[in-house]
């Protein structure tokens, strides 16, 4: 009688553990995964610091910057500004596409980084949670690598004063 109640116990403790994971995982996902940070600069400038350290930084180039904006002007005449900036590091990606065990990251490539305008005027970037990801891939080679571009990025984002966090 006493272990079926144990067991009744731990299965249920199983449950709603994995159900209270599962929800916070949810409501957490979007902060987690993605970072928005206000920067104190106007949009011009911001993209133009941004363009600068990124082309500053050791073996980093931007590759395009895509006006969001003017592709989608059409279906959204009142948007604010939007520009993605593309780049890459050759050296990086030479690791990371060079082994068929982390060519799937070829996805995330090259990264990017939206610079854009909300409706109240702030401006604001958007980009991938660096930390995160390489905490997700630790112990890995994805996550040897991660870790060396989330160094970079940290000096890339420096005229804003980012560091990634897990939050």
């Known amino acids: 009688m006493n272990k079926k109640i144990l067991f009744a116990g731990i299965a249920i403790g199983l ?38 350290n990124i082309n500053a930084q050791k073996g980093w180039q931007v590759v395009d910057v895509i006006d969001q904006q003017a592709a989608v002007i059409g279906y959204a005449p009142t948007m604010q500004k939007v520009k993605i900036v593309k780049f890459c590091n050759p050296e990086y990606a030479a690791k990371m596409l060079s082994n068929d065990a982390t060519k799937v990251m070829a996805v995330q490539m090259p990264l990017s980084i939206a610079v854009f305008e ?3 005027g702030r401006i604001m970037l958007g980009l991938s949670n660096g930390y995160m990801m390489s905490r997700l891939f630790a112990g890995s080679a994805r996550g040897e690598i991660m870790q060396g571009v989330i160094k970079d990025m940290e000096q890339i984002l420096s ?8 939050f």
Do not use: C, W
């Open 159 to 166: 005229f804003i004063n980012f560091r990634y966090s897990m």
């Open 118 to 120: 909300r409706n109240d």
């Open 15 to 52: 449950v709603v553990g994995v159900f209270f994971g599962m929800a916070t995982f949810k409501f957490a996902a979007p902060t987690m995964l993605f970072k928005e940070v206000q920067v104190n600069y106007s949009f011009e400038k911001t993209l133009d610091l941004l363009v600068h």
